[in-house]
T-cell receptor
Framework: AQKITQTQPGMFVQEKEAVTLDCTYD???????LFWYKQPSSGEMIFLIY??????QNATEGRYSLNFQKARKSANLVISASQLGDSAMYFC????????????FGKGTRLHILP | DSGVTQTPKHLITATGQRVTLRCSPR?????VYWYQQSLDQGLQFLIQ???????AKGNILERFSAQQFPDLHSELNLSSLELGDSALYFC?????????????FGDGTRLSIL
């Protein structure tokens, strides 16, 4: 079974609108971390935001926020006031405390911001 | 700029050859990770080193090997290269190995096998 599921292969959003990228995860661990990364067409992987399993508040970093619903095992990324430069591939990822230290990535969502 | 440096940025070689990819982690980071990104397999974890010692192994082929040196830089060696090894290879680093440590990625080495 997939550990990280991103159900939206591609999304088109109008500039300045907010966008939500979906991510669900599967783990039996109590301790884990959730991450979002952005990969522009140039190829680099950019760390955006982190949410720990024990964090009671949703993480925020500038225009990025993480809508964390632990019971649903959901960790959606919200980008407010989208910009043309937000067009990229977005990956949700998880690290489990009781496994080895690898990050497991979802297959990604390609986001297109329309002018 | 993530602070993680990977060289070279591009590598073109032929089947059967051997190449070495190099990674310098962010200053202060002790953990180094290697990932392979291909169109069909997505992002796959290969191997992790922590302070010079192998910590975790993922889907790394026997033809591939890695090491982390005392100055904490790491090298990924790929031998007997096949067409299917063409991919983007990322190095990432983190301060420690904990689950709450974000990994910061280099810009990757794009390997093309002809």
């Amino acid at each position: 079974a997939q550990k990280i599921t991103q159900t939206q292969p591609g999304m088109f959003v109008q500039e300045k609108e907010a966008v939500t990228l979906d991510c669900t995860y599967d783990t039996s661990d109590q301790s884990y971390g959730l991450f979002w990364y952005k990969q522009p067409s140039s190829g680099e992987m950019i760390f955006l935001i982190y949410q720990g399993s024990y964090d009671e508040q949703n993480a925020t970093e500038g225009r990025y926020s993480l809508n964390f619903q632990k019971a649903r095992k959901s960790a959606n990324l919200v980008i407010s006031a989208s910009q043309l430069g937000d067009s990229a591939m977005y990956f949700c990822a998880m690290r489990e405390a009781n496994r080895d230290d690898k990050i497991i990535f979802g297959k990604g969502t390609r986001l297109h911001i329309l002018p | 700029d993530s602070g993680v440096t990977q060289t070279p940025k591009h590598l073109i070689t032929a089947t059967g050859q051997r190449v070495t990819l190099r990674c310098s982690p962010r200053s202060g980071d002790l953990s180094v990770y290697w990932y392979q990104q291909s169109l069909d397999q997505g992002l796959q974890f290969l191997i992790q080193y922590y302070n010079g010692e192998e910590r975790a192994k993922g889907n790394i082929l026997e033809r591939f090997s890695a090491q982390q040196f005392p100055d904490l830089h790491s090298e990924l060696n790929l031998s007997s290269l096949e067409l299917g090894d063409s991919a983007l290879y990322f190095c990432a680093s983190s301060l420690g190995g904990g689950y709450n440590q974000p990994q910061h990625f280099g810009d990757g080495t794009r390997l093309s096998i002809l």
